[in-house]
């Protein structure tokens, strides 16, 4: 479970007016466990900065971050433990194979060969990735460099994932998939937070949503809430009304 409270992040000013970027205003909600949770928002709304302090990649300027109850700013290397990361940079090793990008991050945390091979037998099958497992990844198709960072970032069995738009350039049919695999992770027990700027990924998947836009929680709920709340008969009119624009509709 993860818990975000009142968190804010701003940062300097590059323009002739130096004014400072706020890029996360007071932002609060909780991630349950066996649940998807969505943040939903147009570009430039808050949602990477909101998930960098999340995984502690940055420090909330106020507020606080709890993983499984635990404050991150206290344990952060327990919090990472507990964290498996997609970030918005996918990153992979291109000298190394997509089995041995996933091994790597394996030893990086203490496991066991034997516990590496069997954790990547089954994120390979979860992920179909059986076909490119043992090439390079030097020459990977988007959708085959994103795998291979989830597969890496779950080699270590975390209860909680968080993945920044994880579906951002994937055919439908790798997209069909990934969500499959997230709805795995749910039925799981797990806690999975994703963010996305397109309403259907969100509707397609999730369990609760929180729309952020210009740094602010302007709604969440499950998505019957969330229609209530903006009196809207349909999820998309609902976004639409919320965020006050159309930005993120089509995909
Ligand atoms: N390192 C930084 N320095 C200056 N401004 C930043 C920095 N990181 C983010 N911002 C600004 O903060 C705001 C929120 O950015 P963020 O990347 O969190 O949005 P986002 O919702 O993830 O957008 P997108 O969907 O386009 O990825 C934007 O105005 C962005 O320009």
Do not use: W
Not at 138 to 143: A, N, T, W
Not at 206 to 225: K, L, N
């Amino acid at each position: 479970m993860i818990v975000a409270e009142h968190l804010r992040k701003t940062f300097p000013g590059k323009g002739k007016d130096k004014q400072r970027v706020i890029a996360v205003d007071d932002v609060s909600f909780e991630a349950r466990d066996g649940e998807i949770t969505g943040l939903l928002g147009p570009n430039g709304a808050g949602k990477t900065t909101t998930l960098r302090m999340l995984y502690t990649l940055m420090r909330p300027e106020t507020g606080r971050v709890l993983v499984d109850g635990r404050d991150v700013a206290a344990d952060a290397v327990a919090a990472r433990r507990a964290l498996g990361v997609l970030p918005d940079a996918r990153g992979v090793y291109k000298r190394l194979t997509a089995r041995e990008n996933i091994a790597y991050f394996g030893e990086l945390h203490g496991l066991s060969p034997g516990d590496i091979a069997e954790r990547t037998r089954v994120l390979a099958e979860a992920l179909q990735m059986e076909d490119f497992l043992d090439r390079q990844t030097e020459g990977f198709s988007q959708g085959q460099r994103t795998k291979t960072a989830i597969a890496r970032a779950l080699v270590h069995d975390p209860r909680n994932v968080i993945l920044d738009e994880p579906t951002n350039g994937l055919d439908v049919m790798t997209t069909r998939g990934l969500r499959a695999f997230l709805k795995q992770l749910r039925a799981e027990g797990r806690c999975v937070i994703f963010s996305s700027h397109i309403m259907q990924e969100v509707a397609a998947l999730c369990d609760r949503i929180v729309v952020i836009a210009h740094g602010r929680v302007v709604a969440q709920g499950t998505p019957g809430e969330l229609r209530a709340h903006a009196g809207a008969d349909n999820l998309e009119d609902a976004f639409v009304k919320l965020i006050g624009s159309e930005e993120g509709l089509h995909a």
